[in-house]
């Protein structure tokens, strides 16, 4: 009986593996796992990009799932310290058992769990931060979505310089002392070496500034005329400040991270009509179905919370639980990445240009739509259809 009872157990433990597939699946579940800034000066990012992922959740969940299985998100925070990163992460493969990560936080904080993830083959989709050290070099389960800081910085700046120029055009860099300020830089760098135009200054600054007096007093007296605005949320709005102090005249290019409402509020009172590129849309037909579904799924208090990171985040596991489904009952990481990297012209309903990620560098919605703020209502245009740079 005991020889009985035991061969029954390994059978149901093989015949449950079987069906579970690697870790974070059973015949019921699939947990998707969420490292982000749920708390500190830049929650209002990781609250939106959660928001995103658990309205794409309950639509699927209640379509049917994938083959059954509902989606449960598993959030860990990481104040956006990389080093917290690390940590949350650890704690979802080993404590949680994830099958798969769609939050990733910042830029430093990916990078910092790239170990983690390329050891465990977990299949990663990075909504937050499409930095170039991202994907180059490729890392064969993280697949990217969005435009680097450098074509998006370089598109506002051709805009700038075939529609909206001065007939004397000097350009000026301030930007981050790190690895986004560097990626900011290379988009500013293409733009000057194609356009032939006069690069008066360029200035970095430690991440948490807050005084930028000096640093504009010295684009003012180099004439700086177009401005890439490298500053992020406060830092940002505070550039500018300083620059309608000084009375500069000054076309500027900016973070899409600059077309959130929390980012406009601390940065229209200074009146300038920047631009940002971005590759999702910010407002139009996409976003009002959008917010159509969002309001089943989501709270007022979390709608209320969603910005520009809710729609990447949500299309984001969209396309995670489309390579999932591909692979039928039989559910593992290793096919999931396999579907992932052969998702071709998947439809985001118009939120972004469609995804694909059959490119060696498995990187997919590059295409760039350029808005412009009206700083008197706090509203912004778009000036451009999606475009690849």
């Not at 990012?45 to 992922?53: L, Q």
Request: proline share 4%; charged share 20%; aromatic share 8%.
């Amino acid at each position: 009986m005991k020889t009985g009872l035991l061969a029954l157990s390994a059978f149901l433990f093989a015949t449950t593996a079987s069906l579970a597939g690697d870790p974070g699946v059973t015949d019921t579940e699939i947990k998707i796992g969420d490292v982000n800034i749920m708390t500190g000066p830049a929650s209002f990012i990781g609250r939106a990009v959660s928001v995103g992922s658990k309205i794409a959740a309950g639509e699927i969940n209640e379509a049917g799932g994938i083959h059954g299985r509902k989606i449960t998100i598993v959030t860990e925070d990481d104040g956006y310290i990389p080093s917290r990163s690390f940590q949350a992460l650890t704690k979802l493969i080993e404590v949680d058992g994830i099958f798969a990560l769609n939050g990733t936080s910042g830029t430093a904080n990916v990078l910092a769990m790239m170990p983690l993830i390329e050891e465990n083959n977990l299949p990663t989709v990075v909504t937050t931060a499409p930095n170039e050290l991202v994907y180059d070099p490729v890392r064969p389960s993280v697949f990217t979505i969005g435009a680097s800081y450098s074509d998006a910085f370089y598109g506002q700046l051709k805009y700038i310089h075939e529609k909206m120029a001065p007939a004397e055009p000097v350009y000026g860099l301030i930007r981050q002392d790190d690895d986004f300020g560097v990626a900011v830089e290379h988009g500013y760098d293409r733009a000057i070496k194609e356009f032939g135009v006069k690069d008066a200054a360029r200035i970095r600054f430690k991440k948490g500034t807050a005084n930028f007096a000096a640093e504009v007093a010295q684009m003012k007296q180099a004439g700086v005329n177009v401005l890439a605005n490298g500053g992020i949320i406060a830092g940002a709005a505070n550039i500018l400040g300083e620059a309608r102090k000084l009375g500069m005249d000054v076309q500027v290019a900016s973070v899409w991270s600059e077309d959130m409402p929390p980012s406009v509020n601390l940065t229209a009172p200074a009146g300038y009509d920047f631009l940002v590129a971005d590759y999702v849309a910010l407002s139009g037909p996409a976003i009002e179905s959008f917010m159509e579904k969002a309001k089943k799924y989501a709270s007022a208090e979390e709608i209320a919370a969603m910005n520009r990171y809710t729609y990447v985040t949500y299309i984001g596991l969209k396309a995670l639980a489309e390579a999932m489904s591909q692979c039928g009952k039989e559910l593992t990481r290793a096919c999931t990445v396999e579907k992932l990297r052969g998702l071709k012209n998947f439809d985001t309903g118009g939120i972004s240009a469609p995804l694909s990620f059959d490119n060696e560098q498995q990187l997919s919605g590059t295409a760039l739509a350029i808005y412009q703020l009206n700083a008197a209502d706090k509203t912004f245009k778009a000036l451009t259809d999606f475009v690849d740079y």
